[in-house]
């Protein structure tokens, strides 16, 4: 079983670059596919990057594609999230999750593991 502890969140200005980390431990990790999501206050939460196994394949929402990379070290057994460009619409908390399979998702039903969440907050 995975476990998961996100860090990097904090207060950043519009326009600023921030780097989330994800670190995992369990032996699962290097075959397991990882997502980002994050829930503003008042909003559902909402898928953000997802990344299979080797990370040869990922997936963003449009909201942040171009502007956030997802991108794993399996030998650090670390997620990473590099977001660039801030806008304070990107106000969150930002969850990592551990996919049931390997190949990456948007869909919140398909991870099984989770993350307690880092607050992001860019303000204008």
């Known amino acids: 079983q995975v476990q998961l502890d996100e860090s990097g969140g904090g207060l950043v200005q519009t326009g600023d670059s921030l780097r989330l980390s994800c670190a995992a431990s369990?032996?699962?990790?290097?075959?397991?596919?990882m997502g980002w999501f994050r829930q503003a206050p008042g909003k559902e939460r909402e898928f953000v990057a997802a990344i299979s196994w080797s990370g040869g394949n990922t997936y963003y929402a449009d909201s942040v594609k171009g502007r956030f990379t997802i991108f794993r070290d399996n030998a650090k057994n670390t997620v990473y999230l590099q977001m660039h460009s801030l806008k304070p619409e990107d106000t969150a908390v930002y969850y990592c999750?551990?996919?049931?399979?390997?190949?990456?998702?948007?869909?919140?039903?398909?991870?099984?593991?989770w993350g307690q969440g880092t607050q992001v907050t860019v303000s204008s």
């Open positions: 999750a551990a996919e049931s399979y390997g190949l990456g998702s948007k869909y919140e039903y398909e991870y099984g593991v």
């Open positions: 369990g032996r699962t990790f290097s075959s397991t596919a």
